[in-house]
Each structure stands twice: as C-alpha cells, then as structure tokens.
C-alpha cells in the first residue's frame, strides 16, 4: 500500500547538474512512448526548450547518452532510448521503489497516526 | 559510506501542505539548538518571515503544535520543541536514515558505473 502523503524524491548528481531526476525519468518514458522528444515534452506539457535542455543534460551526465536522435537534424526525425538510457531508467525506478518500501515501517506508522488529514486553519486568533 | 550524488528528499503532506521536509526538519533542530525561533532562522539564514511560516504551518499539519513558544508574545521570550515535535522529528530523521540505506544497492552500484564525475561540456558542436 502507498501513501499520497508520503514523497520520495531521489536525484543523482554529476557535478552541480542533476544527471537524473523525477522529472527526467519522466520524460525518458515519454520519449520511449512517443518515439519523439517534442512530442514527448508536449505531452509532459514542458515547454520545447526546457525539453531538449534536459535532454542535453542527461546526455552529459553519463558515460554514454541516454536518448538518440534520428539522422535528419535535432529538430527532424525520431528520437529513442539508447540501451544505456533503459539501464539507467531501470535502475532510477527501482531505486525509488526501494527506498519507498523502506520507508513502509514503524517511523512511518507513527508518523502517520500523528499527522492530520487537512492543516488546520491559518490566522487563527491567540487563545485566551 | 554515503554518496554525494545521491540525494534523497523525503516530505510528508498534510492536504496541500508540506508537514515535514528537510526544511522543516532542519528547523526544528536548529530551534532546539538556539531556543529561539527567530535565532534558529538567523542561523539557517531564512528570513523572519519565512521561518515563521514554517513554524506555522508545521504546527498545524500534526495533532499536536511542533514549537511552543514561551508567553509574552511571539516575538520574546523563547521557544522550545515539544515532546510531540521531538517524536516526529526522531521518526523523520530515521525515515531519511533507512531510505539512504535501501538506496545502496545493487541499483546504485550500476548507477554510480555510468555515472560522470562531471559533465561534459555543453554547446558542442555537432560530430562528423
């Protein structure tokens, strides 16, 4: 059983960038799906730059690069995950669901019979 | 032995607000350490009002108020963690504890292979 309240969020650094996130693993599948990366920021609704920036960026970050475009130019043609790109995918997956199965114990179990469904109300007036 | 390319964030949500993360938690440590909301932000270099914020959402995501500040006003007197913020904070920091363990596996070692110590340079010019 998950838990909506709590979240988990791993990202991998090479130097000052972030080689592999949420956010990249994300679109990683969406280039897998869409078979294009333009398509695949649209349907992340991310804007064009920002989806070929973070493209460029995790080519980058690894030994080798994770997504390959088709002959044609970047802004022609398809795109897909390299073999590595699927190792690395894989690998970021199945350590997100790790650590959210670690976090599935006691601490979490008294955290949760602490916390409240909905904050209570802000501003409220001093009591007395 | 830790990894500083691996970050794990933990939150835990109340409704649409963050009950606990590593700001939050940082807080309360600081809090502890200075007995004093406003020295805790100074510390942590949070703006007055920020820190407050936090404060005030933290003690009204959980059953019980995280801080307690001290009569004569919120701005004097000092402020200490209560036995209720205490617990959650022990719990939280267990929570980020076992996540990191979980993460170093057999997932991170293949990772931490593909993994560039920095990237590479970017604005490249197109091969061949």
Redesign the interface.
Known sequence: MTH????????????D?I??GPGKADLLDAIAEHGSISAAGRALGMSYRRTWMLV??M??????PLVETAAGGSHGGGARISE?GR??LA??R??EQ??L???Q?D??T??GG?????????HRKAEG
Request: hydrophobic fraction near 40%.
């Open positions: 909506p309240a709590l979240h988990i969020k791993i990202r991998l650094y090479c130097g960038e080689a592999m460029d960026v080519n980058r970050c690894w030994d080798e590595r190792q690395i690998h970021y199945a350590l790790k650590t199965d670690a976090a114990g601490d979490w008294a955290l602490f916390l409240r469904n909905q904050p209570k109300e802000a």
